[in-house]
């Protein structure tokens, strides 16, 4: 039997699933790899909050983790970008193996820790930073490692997808959600990385990374949240036979690759119009398995805690010195597409009804926008105020949005302009 002494930076939701985790499933874990897990040393902020942890073993001084050479792995559970990269510099450079659900910290500055591992002949696990319990990661890096991926798309951030349910399923308001979200352990500390897509985006840097051999460290991409779905449109989306979900979507173009996420309309027969919740999923190609999907709980306490127990043993097993099995790529670039091509619906609040679909549907003509379906709606007991809503054929994002500036200058027009992407062109 191995006996493996872990080191944990962070003791919250991951944290302290991965300690309750440990104590349940020690035994069969140990009969099933021939790793006895112990947790040695566990560093938080505040010594006094309750925790499922033996009060001896919690500590506020880093150096008790960083420096204490009983220790063979550190689990950095802590989150964002400081103190977090520095703990995990030390511990590195300390020649210790490292496992982290931290995604914000491998999207800034991965290239650097990767480097200075491989210098030290360490490891760093990061299963749990993408999509929680499901093991997309080495399914990509090993399981699929024989095909070419070609494109996938993703719910990756738990947060929005329990939002959009709540909002689509329960009428419930986007802060009574998001509320909702926080109190289950879901949401990041700071809830703007999860609404405003930052979180879904560091997500898909990492995805696209292994499942396109690209390095996309700093790359800009398109990245909208989901602050601009209101009820309305989640309403008028089901009407027309769609589910608002928030997408991670990555392509390889051969030359190039696009890379986007935001909310988007998905036909109610799509595999992912069905993933409620905190789940995750993401679709992807491979040119020889075709289409796979893989869906769990992409947040919480103890589905992330097994991803990050998943790395600790694999870690464990294969020990020092030993190339990583899997590993986000040096140097390879690849230029991101500049436009978009797209099916759209569009929502312009107006405040005077008769004539203003022609108007609008004018000025989209006048940019080569076709469109497929035009409705107005007044807003109820405001006979003055409605809502145009449009469904635009596939065209350029980039002459869309010519045209909606043209619309914005309409006198009829009350408010800016809502655009969300349709998704059913598959893979
Ligand atoms: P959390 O509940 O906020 O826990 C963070 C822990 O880190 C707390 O125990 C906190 O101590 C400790 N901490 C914070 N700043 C510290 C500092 N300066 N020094 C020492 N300890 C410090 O966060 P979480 O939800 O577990 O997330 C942890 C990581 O997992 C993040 O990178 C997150 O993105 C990632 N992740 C989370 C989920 C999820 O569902 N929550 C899923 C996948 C990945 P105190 O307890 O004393 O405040
Ligand atoms: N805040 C993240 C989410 C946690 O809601 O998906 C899991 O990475």
């Known amino acids: 039997m191995k006996r493996v002494r872990i080191g944990l930076l962070g003791c919250g939701t991951v944290g302290g699933g991965l300690v309750e ?13 021939g790793v006895e897990l112990e947790v040695r040393r566990v560093l938080v902020r505040d010594p006094a909050k309750p925790r499922p942890v033996d009060r001896a073993l919690v500590t506020t001084d880093p150096a008790a983790v960083l420096e204490d050479p009983e220790i063979d792995i550190v689990v950095e559970l802590i989150g964002g970008i400081e103190p977090a990269r520095t703990f995990v510099t030390r511990a590195i450079e300390g020649r210790k193996n490292v496992v982290t659900a931290n995604k914000a910290l491998l999207a800034a500055s991965g290239g650097d820790l990767f480097r200075r591992a491989a210098e030290r002949r360490v490891r760093i696990g990061f299963e749990a930073s993408v999509c929680g319990g499901i093991p997309i990661l080495r399914a990509i890096a090993a399981g699929l490692v024989g095909n070419r991926i070609s494109a996938l798309v993703g719910i990756v951030n738990g947060t929005c997808n329990l939002i959009l349910t709540k909002m689509s399923e329960e009428k419930c308001s986007f802060a009574a959600a998001l509320a909702e979200a926080q109190r289950l352990g879901f949401a990041e500390a700071d809830p703007s990385l999860d609404v405003d897509g930052r979180d879904a985006a560091q997500k898909l840097q990492i995805l696209a990374e292994l499942a396109f051999g690209a390095k996309l460290d700093h790359a800009e991409f398109l990245v909208e949240g989901i602050r601009q779905v209101e009820a309305e449109d989640i309403r008028a989306a089901a009407e027309l036979g769609y589910v608002i979900k928030h997408l991670a979507i990555g392509r390889d173009l051969g030359g190039e690759l696009e890379l ?28 020889a398995v075709d289409e796979m999907i893989f869906t769990g709980k992409g947040a919480g306490s103890l589905p992330t805690a097994s991803a990050v127990l998943s790395d600790i043993i694999e870690i464990s097993r294969n020990g020092h010195g030993h190339e990583p099995s899997w590993h986000l790529p040096e140097a390879v670039d690849k230029p991101l597409a500049a436009d978009l091509e797209s099916k759209y619906y569009l929502r312009f609040p107006i405040r005077d009804v008769p004539g203003v679909i022609g108007l609008i549907a004018t000025a989209l003509g006048n940019h080569g926008v076709s469109i497929s379906h035009a409705s107005a709606t007044l807003v109820e007991g405001r006979p003055d105020c409605g809502n145009v809503k449009i469904l635009a054929h596939r065209c350029l994002e980039s002459a869309l949005r010519r045209a909606i500036g043209e619309i914005s200058r309409l006198p009829v027009l009350a408010g800016p302009a809502v655009l969300l992407r349709i998704f059913e062109e598959g893979l």
Not at 22 to 33: K, L
Not at 267 to 283: C, I, K
């Open 21 to 33: 985790l440990v104590r349940r499933n020690r035994g069969v874990v140990a009969d099933r790899t």
């Open 260 to 287: 986007r996420v935001h909310p988007a309309l998905l036909p109610v027969v799509h595999p992912l119009a069905h993933v409620r919740h905190e789940f995750n999923s993401v679709l992807l190609r491979g040119d």
